[in-house]
């Protein structure tokens, strides 16, 4: 739920929820929530909520149908389909063959790099790195044979087609018009999902004699290495654990930070993380520890990555590698201490920013230091102003280029605005959210009303009795009594089975189950909501004979019984400021 909704706008974390500005109406402060363990949304502004498949729904303009297809897709869970638009399923078949041959792909590399002769050099060269074989079938590491059509020969006799091989960037044209093989002689290395469902491969060249560039991957359209991290599926687990992950650069960085037990390690398939990146390690971890060559990256990627992890409260920090050193080194000479102090001594990002701008600079001369302040300005102008973190490089940043606070302070103001262009917005490209009106305050009784029944869902078996006691004439509007009449209905799961196409009734229900993990639902609680609700009632009553001439003699005396009975659980010391948040 986190992750998808992540995708649409930054929440935070805030006790056992997190909160962030509303993706459907605009907003300055966040009265969206979403509820991780209920795995429900909703906003307190436009009042609209419901599970993850509505959000997909309201979000992304999708059908039900789409919404589930869309998460079963993404998170490896099957659909079963009762009737299918055709079209629809051709497309799915076409995706599902294509990852069953990447799949077998993927076995055919492994196999070969531990079974055929000529992958000895290969087995050879993983050895000497110091990756044990554990590790290497771990991660599903293999090696492609120097043919020219052993994938190409064993896809066809498999019953694929070249332009289904060609489509999974196994094979690629040649100049005569033929295919071949595009990975050959390689060292193969699968990038997975999440899931662990093979999404490509990096390869790696052996020896001199090889042709190519060192590295090669799957082309772009196959899977989209900017939002890939190689190792997530198996880092996954262990960077929620310890809130926290390595991003290196290697695959085979990866490998040996596993081995040697910093299972929270991933790696980019680039110089830089991007956006995407940080999203998906944000779903998991509050930090992300850089340990690769931060200045290569480029100060722009840096800043905008310092960006999407500052709107998404974490942390980003860099472990300064020594020079033409990369973590697999480390390993090998130093064991993993060295590449654990490393990981502990790393500082914020944009402190290392400013330190290496600052220790480029020639700060001898008043030109050298205008041009370190100018490399300066966007890094600090990308942090949170009011940060202690942000006022504390300030001063470092004054110091060290013999200058006053204020000139730097001006210096980044001037900056903010200028570089707005490339500020916000890549946290949000979705569709357009609707500029949904923000809701009617409550009154007081719909206020109390929402409370009890919430109440009722948070301790059933008394909320059983007080859902009995309560009728359409308490509540303060037919909404309400819908509410009212599918809780007592659906008590002990009043999420299953909502009418998807009666959006009201899905959002209030929503936020009743949401406030019911928050109310305290004591017996005083419960009953003084209901006597307030009752009394509320009776004003009804006595207001609607009001022009009728006789005086409500019953009913002024049973508002005023009412009002004894509240005194009374009032007086038993416990508190109950019904605020419905
Ligand atoms: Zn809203």
Redesign the pocket.
């Known amino acids: 739920m986190v992750e998808i909704v992540s995708a649409h706008t930054d929440l935070r974390r805030q006790g056992e929820r997190y909160v962030g500005l509303?993706p459907?109406?605009e907003?300055r402060t966040p009265?969206?929530s979403v509820d991780p363990r209920e795995k429900l949304y909703y906003?307190f502004?436009?009042e609209?909520g419901g599970d993850v498949f509505r959000f997909l729904e309201e979000k992304e303009a999708l059908s039900f149908p789409e919404a589930v297809e869309r998460l079963g897709e993404r998170y490896g869970v099957e659909v079963e389909r009762e009737s299918e638009d055709p079209r629809a399923e051709e497309a799915r078949r076409r995706r599902e063959r294509l990852r069953e041959l990447l799949e077998r792909t993927s076995t055919f590399y492994v196999s070969f790099l531990w079974e055929a002769p000529k992958a000895e050099k290969a087995r050879e060269y993983l050895a000497r790195r110091g990756l044990s074989e554990e590790t290497l079938r771990a991660f599903g590491v293999g090696f492609a044979p120097s043919a020219w059509d052993q994938v190409l020969t064993r896809g066809q006799r498999a019953g694929y087609s070249v332009q289904e091989m060609h489509a999974a960037g196994l094979v690629q044209r040649g100049r005569q018009g033929g295919f071949y093989d595009r990975f050959r002689a390689r060292i193969t290395f699968p990038v997975r999902d999440p899931r662990g469902r093979v999404l490509g491969f990096g390869a790696r060249a052996m020896g001199e004699d090889a042709k190519g560039p060192k590295y090669l991957n799957s082309p772009e359209g196959v899977f989209k290495k900017s939002s890939a991290l190689f190792g997530i599926d198996r880092a996954r687990a262990a960077i929620a654990r310890r809130n926290r992950a390595v991003v290196v650069e290697g695959y085979t960085d990866v490998l040996a930070l596993h081995q040697e037990g910093v299972e929270e390690s991933v790696a980019v398939m680039g110089t830089a993380i991007t956006p995407d990146q940080l999203k998906l390690l944000s779903g998991h971890a509050e930090e992300a520890v850089l340990a690769m060559d931060a200045d290569r990256a480029g100060e722009d990627a840096m800043i905008r990555a310092q960006k999407v992890a500052g709107a998404r409260r974490m942390r980003l920090r860099v472990a300064a590698m020594p020079e033409g050193e990369d973590p697999a080194d480390l390993l090998t000479d130093g064991g993993s201490e060295r590449m654990g102090d490393l990981i502990e001594r790393a500082v914020d990002l944009p402190v290392f920013q400013v330190e290496a701008a600052i220790a480029r600079a020639d700060t001898s001369s008043p030109a050298g230091r205008d041009h370190a302040l100018d490399e300066v300005a966007p890094v600090l102008a990308a942090m949170d102003p009011d940060s202690v973190s942000r006022q504390e490089l300030v001063r470092t940043v004054a110091d060290r280029l013999d200058t006053d606070a204020g000139l730097v302070t001006r210096r980044i103001d001037r900056e903010g605005r200028g570089g707005r262009a490339m500020a916000p917005a890549d946290a949000d490209r979705g569709a357009p959210a609707k500029a949904?009106e923000p809701a009617r305050p409550r009154s007081a009784r719909e206020r109390r009303g929402r409370a009890l029944i919430a109440m009722c869902l948070a301790a059933p078996a008394k909320g059983r009795e007080y859902l009995a006691r309560l009728t359409p004439a308490h509540l303060s509007s037919p909404l309400m009594t819908r509410a009212l009449e599918w809780t007592r209905d659906h008590l002990d799961d009043p999420m299953a089975g909502l009418p998807r196409e009666d959006g009201e009734l899905v959002s209030v229900v929503t936020q009743l189950v949401m406030a019911s993990r928050r109310e305290p639902a004591s017996r005083e609680a419960m009953e003084l909501n209901l006597l307030w609700l009752e009394q509320a009632m009776i004003d009804d009553q006595i207001a609607a004979q009001a022009g009728a001439g006789a005086p409500p003699v019953e009913l002024q005396r049973r508002r005023a019984e009412l009002g004894e009975r509240i005194k009374h659980w009032e007086g038993q010391g416990n508190e109950v400021r019904r605020e419905e948040r």
């Open positions: 509303c459907f109406h907003e009265s969206f906003c502004g436009c609209r949904g």
